[in-house]
């Protein structure tokens, strides 16, 4: 599996890659000339080499190492959303992105507090790094502000969702608890 990474976010990735490795079982090559960064499996674990490839894309959109390094975990993933699938042009992508983000990072930071997410805004990327429950809805949330929906509608799916979600990860822990007994 091979990936790139911007060219300022190489000696940060460069500087895990040896961190990586040992907690994935996985062999890392970084390639000088093309910048592009190799992920080999050992064992035949291409589970284990697709999370650092999540791990190194993470940071390559905008995350620190500590939260991609979350991706090392089994219940984590990362979303990335390229705005360009969905504007016209920089005016509408300014648009779309404010929208996303709302007055004074309001609307991102409510999506964040609901869903329990991280979420990086770049140029033309929203990457969205949680638990896979959580980056869902996160996902569909900013899907909605994209196709034009109301911030209110939005904010309605939202509290909706995270109720939804609490009663799952409820019955989870009773299920889990019965399964203990």
């Keep these: 599996m091979y990936i790139t ?18 907690i994935s079982n ?19 674990n291409a589970y284990e080499a697709m999370k650092v490839v999540s791990v190194i894309k993470a940071i390559g959109v905008g995350f620190d190492v500590d939260e991609a ?3 090392m975990r089994d219940d984590y993933v990362l979303d ?7 504007t016209n042009g920089p005016e509408d992508m300014k648009r779309i992105k404010g929208r996303i983000i709302g007055e004074k990072g309001k609307t991102k930071k409510i999506i964040q507090e609901y869903t329990g997410v991280n979420i990086i805004i770049t140029d033309h990327y929203v990457g969205i790094l949680g638990t896979i429950e959580q980056a869902d809805i996160a996902k569909r949330a900013i899907e909605m502000l994209i196709k034009g929906k109301e911030h209110s509608t939005v904010y309605k799916y939202l509290d909706k969702a995270e109720r939804e979600l609490s009663l799952f990860n409820v019955n989870r822990a009773l299920k ?6």
Excluded: A, H, Y
């Design 5 to 22: 990474v911007p060219d300022d976010k190489i000696n940060l990735v460069k500087s895990i890659l040896g961190r990586l490795e040992e």
């Design 176 to 181: 889990e608890g019965l399964d203990n007994t």
């Design 80 to 86: 990335i959303i390229d705005l360009k699938d969905s």
């Design 69 to 71: 390094m979350k991706l």
């Design 26 to 44: 996985t062999k890392i090559e970084f390639d000088e000339k093309t910048k592009s960064i190799r992920v080999i499996p050992k064992d035949n």
